[in-house]
């Protein structure tokens, strides 16, 4: 299992709350390939209430890897990557995975290389 780090930044104190979630896999669409450069995706968060202010306000959530495993499951959701056959490492920060295998959804047809 690894572990995200998610950071909620209230815009009106500036406070910061953390939390640590555990994952088995890791999900990614289409604006979050941010998590291949090691870098958080943001989330904008209306109506969240502060816990030192106690105002609802407008936030920010940032969520970035924190802990990886030594073996790494991705859902690459709506994502296109150009000759994914020729594709034999992927990397996060300072560390490489190599790509074992890749299942693909199509029309309702799944297939792997």
């Known amino acids: 299992m690894g572990q ?3 950071t909620i930044d209230c815009k009106n104190c500036d406070y910061k ?3 640590f979630d555990i994952f088995l896999t890791v999900d ?6 941010c998590f291949f ?4 995706s943001i989330e904008q968060l209306d109506n ?3 816990e030192k202010c106690n105002q609802i306000k407008c936030c920010n959530k940032y969520t970035a890897l924190f802990k990886t495993n030594k073996i790494l ?6 994502i296109k990557i150009n ?3 020729n594709i034999e490492f992927i990397s996060i920060g300072q560390q490489n995975y190599k790509l074992i295998n890749i299942i693909c959804h199509n029309g309702g047809h799944y297939y792997c290389y």
């Open 28 to 33: 990614i669409g289409s604006n979050e390939q």
């Open 17 to 19: 709350t953390y939390r």
């Open 73 to 78: 499951i991705f859902t690459l959701k709506l």
């Open 83 to 85: 000759n994914i056959k």
């Open 48 to 50: 969240y209430k502060c």
């Open 37 to 40: 450069e090691n870098k958080s």
């Open 4 to 6: 995200y780090m998610i």
